[in-house]
Nanobody, 132 residues
Framework: QVQLVDAGGGSVQAGGSLTLSCAASGPTYSLYYVYCLGWFRQAPGKEREGVATIYTPNGSAYYADSVKGRFTISHNNAKNTLYLQMNSLKPEDTAMYYC??????????????????????WGQGTQVTVSS
């Protein structure tokens, strides 16, 4: 079983930056096979949507169109930690952000990478609020 702990959320003004982190823990054999990692977000009254994902064996990543060029996903294998660097934040980025993980390789396929059902493990969420 893999546990994920999100951190780094906060309140910023539009145009500001935040870096989210997600620490993964669990049996070594479980972490070794967690190939797909991602960030999702959910605003009040809206569905949870995929923001960015990364396939850890080769670092390939996908981004939602709404965050391309502003957000960067990365992963530190040695620390088992996932990051989301968010720049040029906008009020519409306000949401609860969740990290997600899955032992499959589905995130290699763009049709599955940003789909909620492609991930089995979830963090508790960290709130990001962007004011205008």
């Amino acid at each position: 079983q893999v546990q994920l702990v999100d951190a780094g959320g906060g309140s910023v003004q539009a145009g500001g930056s935040l870096t989210l982190s997600c620490a993964a823990s669990g049996p070594t054999y479980s972490l070794y096979y967690v190939y797909c990692l991602g960030w999702f977000r959910q605003a009040p009254g809206k569905e949870r949507e995929g923001v960015a994902t990364i396939y850890t064996p080769n670092g390939s990543a996908y981004y939602a169109d709404s965050v391309k060029g502003r957000f960067t996903i990365s992963h530190n294998n040695a620390k088992n930690t996932l990051y989301l660097q968010m720049n040029s934040l906008k009020p519409e980025d306000t949401a609860m952000y969740y990290c997600a993980a899955d032992p499959s390789s589905r995130c290699v396929d763009i049709d599955y990478a940003l789909i909620r059902s492609s991930y089995n493990y979830w963090g508790q969420g960290t709130q990001v609020t962007v004011s205008s």
